[in-house]
Structures are given as structure tokens and as C-alpha cells.
């Protein structure tokens, strides 16, 4: 026998209020373990997403983080879209590695999840969305090989049961009375990336241009160029008067204009561009030089998200934490609570352990030992619990929602949780523990 | 000389300060292997030598050696181990801890001398008839039962010197001879002096050396 078993021979004997206060610390850790995975995972959908592409570029004026959050994270739509003359002469900039265009707008319609419907290139698919973690497609699939051919995310073929062969047509701009004629076929499922990714579905970028609507009117685009690049709109308009006689005409007749050979470049627009520079500086000075003119905006997302996250996210994580942490303390102060009021039954349970011969110090550490069974005990419990449920709900949550959890998630910070919690322990099993201590022991035993 | 008290003082604070004596011992000693029964007064000061025997309670002056140690002269730490080690205590009320069985009561014994032998322990339980009983709490065995565990508790040590006080007061008179004899025999064959405290005249009348706690303890010459 030892201090440590007579420690637990008296969380025994007093099992119902010994096991309730190890139970509050265990919920309250619980708890933490949850908040802390769920803004671990949240954390990661943040800073990772998107974090492989050096810049985002867009139309300037729409601010940059309804920029990034439309680009990256597919929530809202950005301020204006971009000539497609600017895409093309950004890939020639110095510095510039690589330029995705993305188009987007449109969707699947409600009854197939109104997922956003993203235009673009198959090099789209060939970097990586996070460091070091690249696109994989379900075997047997195509990377957007022809013009109708669509790439889906893993959550919208969950969705929508979704396979290769499935085909869909697109709702223009999400608005349902409006559906593209065209029909476009799943020749690719992605595996599932724990990004927007997921609930993405992507088409050819051709294919996207081929669509009515889709063009920018051609008396429009005229004057957007003569604007932005300051050319003579008269000399525009008169290099293009075919496309300008085309389009009066059709409107004439109210019918849409067919671009059967494609639509002219003048009329083309993207949403957004995907940059890969060569090099953190090239980034720096891109972003710099775009800010200088007048067309476009080029932002790091990983910076607009980290500022997002320590501005909103991160206050509310602070929060939870902090919440949680008054959980704890509060489970601590039920332990020292009960501790506390056992100390007075306890008077002759301990006089006769110092009869006995145990030291005034040793009384203390029984005492002391006990709370910190307690807490901790509750502590690791409550890693177990927290770890248990975060392994039962991961794969739950992954199937409703799409984010990837690792079931053995575990948060650095968990390893201050013990250290903390001993800490606690000891602050509450100091009073107790010197209320043993001080024992008048002759009094006690003959009471 | 198991146990030598010579010009020991001891006195308590009354509510007004003034000192209240409480021993004032001349001289008193046990030798190895005596059995001593001690009667006397209530109030008389008998709990309090056994507590300063024992070491539980410190004297103000004089010299308090048992087994050849002067533990007047040890720190408190010093004492309680010594206390451990080398003194058994069996108490009126038995004390034994409601949540440990026969068993572990008798290791509680070892435990804060940090000789804790299992065997040893079962082999004292069955020495006071117990071993059926190893397992079970206090609240479990009958009266006489856990007198029986807390003699063995009180041996579990290997003690120099055994303190009971009114061990068998809180027994019926069926039981006390059994007690007493149990006592007494452990005593005799584990080679331990005995001091018992008692008030009950059928108990010191089986001991060869009775001595009356007023004949050699006179505070009141101390005030």
C-alpha cells in the first residue's frame, strides 16, 4: 500500500461526489477538445485553402476580401469581372509562373445543391490547392478533355449521387428560370480535398464561353476597353462594326447572337485569376504594380484570411477558449467544494494516520494527491471523450458538410492541458491539504 | 528499558492563558517485555502520557526515551516515524478506516513506516483468529472482530512498546477476557512491552504490575 492508494481507498469511499466532480472536469475538457479541433479544422479551411496560388486577382474597387472569399472559398460573388485581353497580357508578365482563369456565376440548379459552377482550364487541376497537396480524381476520370466535359467535387457527386457519365445543365448567374440548354457530362470525380473544393463543380473554359449569355455585349466591351486601356472607342467601334452590326441585329429580332466559331476575345471576361509567381517577391511586386493601375486588384489570400482569422475567427476562438476554460475552472472549484467539505469528516480519518505515524507532510500529500487524482483523472477522461467524440463525429460531419476531420486530430496546445490542470489541482489541494495538515491530532482522535 | 519518563512536564493553556499542568512525572519506566496496566482518575492525565509516550503530543520539559531514543528530543517529523516504527497504538475505539478492509488496515500500519509486507500482515490477522476475515470492512465485522484488527494493526510494525487505551471498553464483558488475552499473548509473543490505560479494575487485576497514574504524577506540585 501507498499514498496514491489511499488516496483512491478515499475517492472510494466517497464515490458519487468524487466521480461527479472528476465528471465536470472531464465534460469541461471535453468540451475544450471539441472547440479546439473545430477551430483547428476551421483554422485549416482558412489558411490552407487556396494558400497554394501566390496571388488573387480580380476587378479592382470590390475590396479584397469579398475577392478572396468568392475566388477561394466560393462565398458571394466579386465587384466586376476582368477583360480577357488583361489575362492574357499577365502571363506575360515578368515574375509570372502561371495564370488560372476562373469564371463563375452560374450553378447547378436547387434540386442538384445550387453548387457554384466554376469555368476554367485543366492546368487548373495540375497545381497544388494547399502546399503540398495536390487534385486527385477518381480512377478512370478526365481532366476536362472536351469542350462539355465537367469535373465535379467529391461533396457534389455525394449530393447529388453523381458519377461518370451524369449529366447536368447550368443555371445562369443561380438565378432557376434561367437554364442553359446546353448539357454537360461528369468525366471526372475529385477526391475530397476538406475545401470548397468539394462542393465545386468545375467545366471547360470553353465550353463556359459557348454558353448564351456568357459573352459581354459586344457595344459594351468596346467602350470597358476604350476605358481601361484609353484606346480611341471610335477606332474600336470601327474594327469592330461587324460584331456591333451582329448584335443590333439580333436584338432587333430579340434573339440571342451565336458565336459559332467561338466568342471574340473583345467579348470575353473572367471572374478571377489564379497567379503563381515565380517567387515571394515577384508576388510582392505584382500586387504592387496592379494596385498602381486601374483594372485590377492582386491579393495574397493567405494574408487576407489570416487577417480575417485574427480580426473575427480568432477573437471567437479566444472566446470559446476562454469559455471553456471557465468550464474548467469552474469543474475545479466543484472539486475543491467537495474536498473542502470532507476535510471535516476527515478530521479523525487523518488524526488516525498520524497516530499511526504518517508526518504532517504526508497528510498534505494525501490530501493533495486526491485533488489531483481528480482533475486530472477528469482531465484524461475528458481527452478521451473529446478524442472519442471528435473519432465518432468526424466521419458524420465529413458526409454532411464536406470538411475533412482527421478522427486522430490532435491540437498542440492539448499538451498544455495536463500541465494546466495539475497546476489547478494543486491550487485546489493546497487548502484542504493544509487543513489536514494543521490537525490537532490528540483532539481529533479523542472526539 | 522499553520506556523511561524522567522529570517530565507537560501543561495545556487554560482559556485566560494561564498554564494548566497536566504531567509532572518524576520518574516512571517499563521494561522490555513488562506488561503494565495503568489506572487512574478521569482527567487524570492518562490519555495525555500515552500521547506523549507516542510522541503525538510533545512535552514541555524532561526526557521521554523509548527503546533507548529520547523522543522529547526529535523533530516532529523524526517522531512520527519513530512513532511508525517502533510503537503500536491500539485505541478504545478501535479507529479503524471504514473503507479499508481487515487486510488493508494492517498495511495503513506499514505504510508510513515504508515496510510494507503482505505476508507478515496476513499472518497477523490470523494470529487474532482473522484469516476469514481478511477481506472484509470494519463496518462488516462485529465489534470484537475489529478490536481483533486493530491489535494486529498495532503490531503490524514490530513494535518495541504496545499503548492501548481502554481497549476493551467498548467491548462487552463476554468479549474482554478474549481481548485482553489476545492482547497480552500478541505482546508476550512478539516481545513487546505493554502499557494499558484502563479504568476497569477486573482488566488490571490480571496484570502482575498495576500502577495508579496519581502515585507518580503530581502536577499539581508543578503549579
Known amino acids: 500500500m501507498n499514498l496514491l492508494a489511499i488516496v483512491w481507498k478515499s475517492i472510494r469511499q466517497r464515490s458519487l461526489a468524487s466521480s461527479l466532480t472528476a465528471l465536470s472536469v472531464a465534460l469541461g475538457v471535453a468540451l475544450m477538445i471539441a472547440v479546439l479541433v473545430i477551430n483547428g479544422v476551421v483554422g485549416r479551411i482558412f489558411s490552407q485553402s487556396g494558400s497554394g496560388y501566390s496571388l488573387v486577382v480580380g476587378a479592382q474597387g470590390g475590396g479584397e476580401l469579398p475577392l478572396v472569399l468568392s475566388t477561394i472559398y466560393r462565398i458571394g460573388k466579386p465587384y466586376d469581372n476582368l477583360p480577357w485581353r488583361f489575362y492574357e497580357e499577365l502571363q506575360e508578365r515578368a515574375g509570372v509562373e502561371q495564370v488560372i482563369p476562373l469564371c463563375f456565376g452560374d450553378t447547378t440548379s436547387e434540386e442538384e445543391g445550387s453548387f457554384p459552377i466554376i469555368g476554367t482550364l485543366p492546368r487548373f487541376f495540375g497545381t497544388d490547392y494547399a502546399p503540398g497537396r495536390s487534385f486527385g480524381i477518381k480512377k478512370g476520370g478526365e481532366i476536362l478533355k472536351g469542350t462539355w466535359d465537367a469535373v465535379i467535387g467529391a461533396e457534389v457527386a455525394r449530393v447529388n449521387g453523381w458519377d461518370m457519365g451524369s449529366t447536368f445543365k447550368m443555371v445562369h448567374g443561380g438565378v432557376q428560370d434561367h437554364v442553359h440548354n446546353e448539357k454537360f457530362t461528369v468525366t471526372g470525380v475529385l477526391a475530397p480535398t476538406?475545401?470548397?473544393?468539394?462542393?465545386?463543380?468545375?467545366?471547360?473554359?470553353?465550353?463556359?464561353?459557348m454558353l448564351d449569355d456568357h459573352a459581354k455585349p459586344a457595344s459594351e466591351a468596346i467602350e470597358r476597353n476604350a476605358v481601361l486601356y484609353g484606346e480611341d472607342i471610335e477606332a474600336l467601334r470601327a474594327e469592330y462594326a461587324d460584331l456591333l452590326a451582329k448584335e443590333a441585329a439580333a436584338k432587333k429580332s430579340g434573339q440571342h447572337v451565336h458565336h459559332h466559331d467561338g466568342i471574340p476575345d473583345i467579348q470575353k471576361e473572367v471572374t478571377a485569376l489564379l497567379v503563381l509567381t515565380k517567387n515571394d517577391v515577384a508576388a510582392l511586386q505584382l500586387?504592387?504594380?496592379l494596385k498602381e493601375g486601374v483594372i485590377a486588384q492582386g491579393v495574397n489570400p493567405i494574408i487576407v484570411m489570416r487577417q480575417l482569422m485574427d480580426n473575427l475567427v480568432g477573437n471567437i476562438r479566444y472566446a470559446l477558449m476562454i469559455l471553456t476554460g471557465l468550464i474548467i475552472a469552474v469543474s475545479g472549484i466543484g472539486i475543491f467544494v467537495s474536498i473542502y467539505n470532507s476535510m471535516s469528516d476527515r478530521r479523525k480519518e487523518i488524526a488516525i494516520m498520524r497516530a499511526l505515524g504518517a508526518s504532517r507532510q504526508q497528510v498534505f500529500s494525501i490530501i493533495l494527491l486526491e485533488a489531483i487524482v481528480l482533475t486530472v483523472g477528469g482531465g484524461l477522461l475528458g481527452l478521451l471523450i473529446g478524442h472519442g467524440l471528435v473519432f465518432?463525429?468526424?466521419?458524420?460531419?465529413?458526409a454532411r458538410s464536406g470538411l475533412l476531420i482527421d478522427p486522430m486530430h490532435f491540437e498542440p496546445i492539448e499538451l498544455w492541458i495536463i500541465p494546466a490542470l495539475l497546476a489547478m489541482a494543486t491550487l485546489i489541494g493546497i487548502l484542504p491539504g493544509l487543513t489536514a495538515y494543521r490537525t490537532d491530532v490528540a483532539k481529533a482522535l479523542y472526539d | 528499558m522499553s520506556l523511561l519518563l524522567q522529570d517530565v512536564h507537560k501543561s495545556y493553556r487554560e482559556p485566560d492563558?494561564?498554564?494548566?499542568?497536566?504531567?509532572?512525572?518524576?520518574?516512571?519506566e517499563v521494561k522490555p517485555t513488562e506488561q503494565v496496566a495503568l489506572i487512574g482518575q478521569s482527567g487524570g492525565g492518562k490519555t495525555t502520557l500515552l500521547n506523549v509516550v507516542s510522541g503525538i503530543t510533545a512535552v514541555d520539559s524532561g526526557l521521554v526515551q523509548?527503546?533507548?531514543?529520547?523522543?522529547?528530543?526529535?523533530?516532529?517529523?523524526?517522531?512520527d516515524r519513530f512513532r511508525a516504527e517502533r510503537i503500536g497504538i491500539v485505541f478504545q475505539t478501535f479507529n479503524l478506516l471504514p473503507a479499508f478492509s481487515a487486510l488493508e488496515n494492517v498495511l495503513l500500519g506499514m505504510t508510513f513506516s515504508g515496510r510494507v509486507d503482505r505476508t507478515y500482515a496476513r499472518s497477523l490477522l490470523e494470529q487474532v483468529g482473522l484469516s476469514h476475515r481478511l477481506h472484509h470492512r470494519p463496518g462488516q465485522l462485529s465489534v470484537g472482530e475489529q478490536q481483533r484488527v486493530s491489535v494486529a494493526r498495532a503490531l503490524a510494525n514490530r513494535p518495541k512498546l504496545m499503548l492501548a487505551d481502554e481497549p476493551t471498553a467498548s467491548v462487552d464483558m463476554a468479549h474482554q477476557d478474549t481481548i485482553l488475552t489476545l492482547l497480552r499473548t500478541a505482546c508476550s509473543e512478539n516481545n513487546v512491552s505493554l502499557l494499558l490505560v484502563t479504568h476497569s479494575p477486573e482488566v488490571s487485576s490480571q496484570f502482575d504490575r498495576v500502577e495508579e497514574l496519581a502515585a507518580f504524577n503530581q502536577p499539581e506540585a508543578a503549579a
Request: proline share 8%; aromatic share 8%; hydrophobic share 40%.
Open chain 1, 287 to 289: 500586387s504592387s504594380r
Open chain 1, 194 to 209: 476538406g475545401t470548397p473544393n468539394d462542393k465545386t463543380v468545375y467545366i471547360h473554359l470553353r465550353g463556359f464561353f
Open chain 2, 66 to 79: 523509548v527503546d533507548g531514543v529520547d523522543i522529547s528530543r526529535l523533530h516532529e517529523v523524526s517522531r
Open chain 1, 392 to 398: 465518432a463525429a468526424a466521419p458524420i460531419v465529413t
Open chain 2, 17 to 28: 492563558g494561564r498554564p494548566l499542568p497536566v504531567l509532572n512525572i518524576a520518574r516512571f
